[in-house]
């Protein structure tokens, strides 16, 4: 292999998703050689903007306050509020099948807003503006990890077209169906959901007053996201429907206007009728956790180490915890002349993560089954749960300060 034809790197990140460009920002400014890796060809500059239903990506995330916040470290977050981004100051949540509802509002905990819905491609494309300004990361995009080796105490990645990166630490950030995590053999805990997830952009009759809708249904939960938009007029949603996959099935063979039709109803013409539908896309849903993040210089990040359902809106909001994390513990090591892939330094990272990610995952399991089950003491149960918990001021400031990925106080 001639010399260049292959690279040596302190750090090396598979994957330039949401999770490994932000980790690959977070550490551009370490006193170390850091490579990111991504399979797709990545484009320069910013999406054009247009307010239209067709114009909106189907993937959007609801960034956490705390998510929000990491952004704004980065450097990545004015830019992309200047694009394109709706707070959300309320949320409304209701039982299909019965009274049960819980209205959460930003004022309850004294704060402008209790989240913010953003296109992924905007997160994507300003994470990878800000790699391409620093310059200190080398970017190999377009090119994907074929194979992974070890030698020496170094991982050897082959790339397409023959070059060869090496480094005694790969984090693997190349998302829930991770090459990188099953080449080196980590053991994961998987269940399918029995569920897919239908995304696509919708205008809606009435305006979304910013508030994030969310209806549990007995065939899975149903969500529209306020998108923002430059007219102001608020009429245009990020639709998030989870279904049995046969009802996907049939809901993404409907003609537009059938599916607009019962979609609105579906979700109790709350915003009035679904006026105009986007291209769908429809996801199937597993649930994966890996049972450790770390083994012998190969870190898992993001949805290579879990992912999570997305009813709770939370998959990279955790992604980018993670990132913060271990961001934080190569600095450490970087300050007290560690290595990289010093064991204690990756545990560390696994130990600040693990724990909470694993209850996170938990919760949204026990909610996908308390929303699901049809048994009338349990929808009594939930019901009347949720009207106490509506009226139940200290609780909730809580709850939604955890949603928030903030501290408990208010
Ligand atoms: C329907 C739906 C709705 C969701 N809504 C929300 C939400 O509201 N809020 C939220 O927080 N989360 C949400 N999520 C989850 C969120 O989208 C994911 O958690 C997030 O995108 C994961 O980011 P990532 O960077 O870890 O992985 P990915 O986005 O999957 O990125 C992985 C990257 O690795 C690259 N790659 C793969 N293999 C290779 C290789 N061999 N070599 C090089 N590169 C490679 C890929 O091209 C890709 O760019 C939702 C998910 C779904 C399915």
Redesign the pocket.
């Known amino acids: 292999m001639s010399a260049e034809n292959s690279a040596d790197f302190d750090l090396v990140i598979?994957?330039?998703?949401?999770?490994?460009a932000a980790l690959a920002l977070a550490v551009a400014d370490l006193p170390i050689k850091v490579a990111l890796?991504?399979?797709?060809a990545v484009r320069e500059g910013w999406p054009a903007i247009d307010d239209s239903v067709f114009d909106y990506d189907a993937?959007?995330?609801?960034l956490t306050e705390s998510s929000r916040g990491f952004l704004d470290e980065l450097g990545a977050w004015s830019d992309i509020v200047s694009r394109r981004a709706c707070a959300y100051t309320d949320m409304e949540v209701w039982d299909g099948e019965g009274t049960g509802r819980i209205h959460f509002a930003a004022s309850e905990v004294k704060r402008a807003a209790l989240g913010h819905i953003v296109e992924?491609r905007l997160i994507n494309a300003s994470l990878i503006n800000g790699l391409r300004e620093n310059a200190r990361v080398k970017c190999f995009f377009g090119m994907?990890?074929e194979t992974m080796d070890r030698q020496q105490g170094l991982i050897s990645l082959k790339l397409a077209g023959g070059k060869l990166v090496r480094s005694p630490l790969v984090v693997a950030?190349?998302?829930?169906n991770s090459?990188i995590r099953e080449w080196a053999g980590f053991v994961t805990r998987e269940w399918d959901y029995h569920h897919h997830?239908i995304?696509a952009t919708v205008e809606t009759e009435s305006a979304h007053k910013n508030t994030a809708w969310q209806r549990f249904l007995p065939e899975g939960p149903l969500a529209f996201?306020p998108l923002s938009d430059a007219a102001g007029e608020q009429r245009y949603c990020s639709i998030?429907w989870s279904v049995k996959p046969d009802i996907a099935e049939a809901l993404m063979s409907l003609g537009d206007d059938d599916f607009c039709r019962e979609l609105a109803a579906k979700f109790e013409h709350r915003l009035g009728s679904v006026v105009a539908c986007s291209r769908r896309f429809s996801?199937p849903?597993r649930q994966r956790h890996a049972a450790d993040y770390v083994s012998d210089g190969v870190v898992l990040?993001?949805?290579?180490a879990h992912?999570i359902h997305?009813l709770a809106?939370?998959?990279?909001?955790l992604?980018f915890q993670d990132a913060m994390a271990l961001a934080d513990e190569c600095r450490r090591a970087c300050e007290r002349g560690l290595s990289l892939s010093d064991t204690g330094v990756l545990n560390r990272y696994q130990r600040r993560r693990k724990g909470g990610n694993l209850a996170m995952m938990a919760m949204m399991e026990g909610f996908q089954h308390l929303f699901e089950t049809p048994a009338m003491p349990l929808r009594l149960l939930r019901n009347t749960g949720m009207r106490w918990l509506d009226s139940a001021l200290p609780l909730k400031r809580q709850i939604i300060a955890k949603a928030m990925g903030l501290s408990d106080k208010p």
Do not use: Y
């Not at 598979?14 to 490994?20: Q, R």
């Not at 950030?173 to 829930?176: E, I, N, V």
């Not at 809106?313 to 909001?317: C, L, S, V």
């Open positions: 598979v994957g330039a998703g949401m999770a490994g890796i991504e399979a797709q993937r959007v995330s609801a992924n994907p990890v950030a190349d998302g829930a090459k997830a995304v996201l998030v996801f849903l990040l993001g949805d290579a992912t997305p809106g939370q998959g990279i909001n992604g």
